[in-house]
């Protein structure tokens, strides 16, 4: 879980929430977070590479530690004002330590685990990311204020604890596959494994506009005070900590977990439509924690899932791939959404991409059964 906080709820989300700040004390303009967030989301993507790359030739958990130690350092160099290009070099290095950390946390935790409590431990796991983004967002105001530099120096102290902390359980241990699993020929479902990337890829495009620019909406847009804007993520973070328990654990314990990925990009596309159909502000923060429910609710249960049609040993292999695949369409996503500020159609038109992308994945997440025949509940 600290490894998961580390990584992604404080060197990946500390951006979101100090946009405001960033953009009212002039180190960036709101098409420039845009496009700072485009560089991270391409580091995710080569991370995802350099990930599954250095973790055939390295141990998983050396891998998993270099990258958070990469972090590390990218946060406390952010808190220097060299000018975008700096700062977009910063992010470049946060995204390749939030892909080692989203492919190779979940890996670590599910080393000899029976196939039952995999699922429940993954979704604990993916918990972490949100409570990361909880306490940040409610000590960003009171500690830092509007000064940018005391936001980052601060996220990169909670990083440097998590990280001592967490440093001694991330490991490959010895028993990671079990010698029924070494032996056993576990067919991988190729065909619904690029089905669920093209679910994956929908998804991810569509909770840009939410991760990104939720805040900088509140604050410009809706004209609330920068030290509320920057605590509305801890709403957003309290959903993405709920929606790996919550929606890929409770949830899917109910209804299944077939049914329960349609039921996530459904919920996905009713916080967008929370803002696109309502202009007030409590309406606009809810959506966050609705959000953040479906993106970390389906973010375990594609896990699950590839581990489910890849098999333990093709685990890694396939999660990268469709971590590739995510930052991919992220990227994509927020350069569109950079572009479409910077051409005067403004926050709507973003939050109306994120409609159609969480549509299309509804679509696509229909398509994504699994075989009869495989331990897992469908």
Not at 241 to 248: A, I, S
Request: contains cysteine; charged residues 10%; glycine residues 12%.
């Amino acid at each position: 879980m600290l490894g998961m906080l580390a990584s992604i709820g404080l060197v990946r989300y500390a951006y979101s929430p100090l946009v405001p700040a960033m953009i009212d004390q002039d180190w960036l303009s709101s098409s420039q977070v845009g496009y700072l967030g485009t560089v991270n989301f391409v580091g995710n993507f080569i991370g995802a590479f350099l990930c599954a790359w250095f973790s055939r030739r390295f141990s998983g958990g050396v891998v998993c530690r270099v990258a958070l130690l990469v972090g590390f350092i990218s946060v406390g160099l952010s808190a220097i004002d060299f000018g975008p290009w700096w700062l977009a070099g910063c992010r470049f290095m946060a995204g390749l330590t939030a892909a080692g950390g989203m492919i190779l946390t979940p890996a670590l935790v599910a080393q000899g685990i029976a196939d039952k409590q995999r699922g429940k431990l993954i979704s604990i796991v993916f918990a972490g990311s949100g409570l990361g983004v909880i306490i940040l967002s409610l000590t960003l105001p009171s500690i830092a204020g509007e000064d940018p530099t005391i936001g980052w120096l601060y996220t990169a102290g909670l990083t440097l604890v998590c990280l001592v902390i967490a440093w001694p359980g991330l490991k490959t241990r010895s028993e990671q596959f079990t010698a029924a699993e070494e032996a056993s020929s576990h067919t991988v479902y190729r065909g619904r494994l690029i089905l669920l990337g093209i679910t994956y890829l929908f998804a991810a495009a569509a909770i840009v506009p939410h991760s990104l620019y939720l805040a900088a909406y509140i604050h410009e847009v809706l004209k609330q005070p920068l030290s509320f804007s920057m605590m509305v993520y801890a709403i957003y973070g309290a959903g993405i900590m709920l929606g790996g328990p919550v929606m890929g654990g409770l949830v899917s314990r109910f209804l299944g977990r077939y049914v329960t990925l349609i039921l996530c990009m459904a919920v996905g596309l009713i916080a967008v439509l929370m803002i696109l159909l309502t202009h007030g502000v409590w309406m606009a923060v809810a959506s966050g924690f609705v959000l953040g429910l479906a993106q970390m609710g389906y973010a375990s249960i594609v896990t699950h899932r590839v581990l489910m049609l890849a098999g333990p040993l093709g685990h890694i292999k396939w999660w990268g791939r469709l971590t590739i695949i995510f930052n991919i369409s992220m990227a994509s996503s927020a350069f569109a959404m950079g572009y479409m500020i910077h051409i005067g159609l403004g926050y709507q038109a973003g939050f109306w991409m994120a409609a159609g992308c969480f549509g299309a994945a509804m679509i696509f997440a229909f398509m994504v059964t699994i075989p009869k025949g495989i331990n897992s509940r469908s």
